[in-house]
């Protein structure tokens, strides 16, 4: 098993410029989160999706949207994207029933 | 407010120096308390979940511990590859699995 795969590992993105972020897990998980992690701030919580076919807002969810594509794949996506956003980008999953959460490897983001 | 607060913010040990990572927490309902450990450049690393005070759980050289108020993660006889960032998170009974996180002690084991 790969567990929590992200892509793409790095980006650097022009102030306005859209992307996506893909994540997706083999571990026939229910739950997906969206999490950035910044210095002096720690982890935030920007979307979540506790199964298939919802999603919810975290913590710092403006700016962003997500899409829980099936049960493997959940999305993040920056439509016009901002210096603010610069940021590493981490997947998380759990299994109904479980309560930890395994991370994927990140997305580092560079918005210049 | 719910806040989890993990102290030193830095810590510097020499190999074979034995000390405690703290991770203090004030929520309304606690479900879990969680350690991980993160290495530079990658993405956190479960280690350890404890659900009541009095519960204790080990790893080879950690060993982590909880109260009604904190979590203690002991290290004995650390060596140069325990240097980590160590995160501390809590799961607020009723908060639909969001994890409340600390901002986490760096650990520098020398040689």
């Known amino acids: 098993n790969a567990g929590v795969t992200q892509t793409p590992k790095f980006q650097v993105l022009k102030t306005g410029q859209s992307m996506t972020l893909q994540c997706a897990q083999d571990?026939?998980?229910?739950?997906m989160y969206w999490y950035r992690q910044d210095p002096g701030m720690g982890l935030r919580l920007i979307y979540y999706?506790?199964?298939?076919?919802?999603?919810d807002k975290g913590e710092v969810p403006n700016g962003y949207n997500v899409s829980r594509l099936n049960k493997r794949e959940f999305s993040l996506r920056l439509e016009s994207a901002a210096p603010s956003q610069t940021s590493v980008y981490f997947c998380?999953?759990?299994?109904?029933?479980?309560?930890?959460?395994?991370f994927g490897p990140g997305t580092r983001l560079l918005v210049l | 407010e719910d806040q989890v607060t993990q102290s030193p913010e830095a810590l510097r040990l020499q190999e074979g120096e034995s000390s405690s990572l703290n991770c203090s927490y004030t929520?309304?309902?606690?479900?879990?308390l969680f350690w991980y450990r993160q290495d530079p450049g990658k993405g956190p690393e479960f280690l350890f979940t404890?659900?009541?005070?009095?519960e204790e759980k080990e790893k080879e050289r950690l060993k982590a511990t909880l109260t009604k108020k904190e979590s203690f993660l002991h290290i004995t006889a650390p060596k140069p590859e325990d240097s980590a960032t160590y995160l501390c998170?809590?799961?607020?009974?009723?908060?639909?699995?969001?994890?409340?996180w600390g901002l986490g002690t760096s650990l520098a084991v020398n040689p």
């Open positions: 998380a999953s759990l299994i109904r029933g479980q309560e930890t959460q395994y």
């Open positions: 571990m026939n998980h229910n739950s």
């Open positions: 999706s506790a199964s298939e076919g919802t999603t």
């Open positions: 929520v309304s309902g606690l479900r879990g």
């Open positions: 404890l659900y009541s005070a009095g």
């Open positions: 998170a809590v799961d607020n009974a009723g908060n639909n699995r969001k994890l409340i």
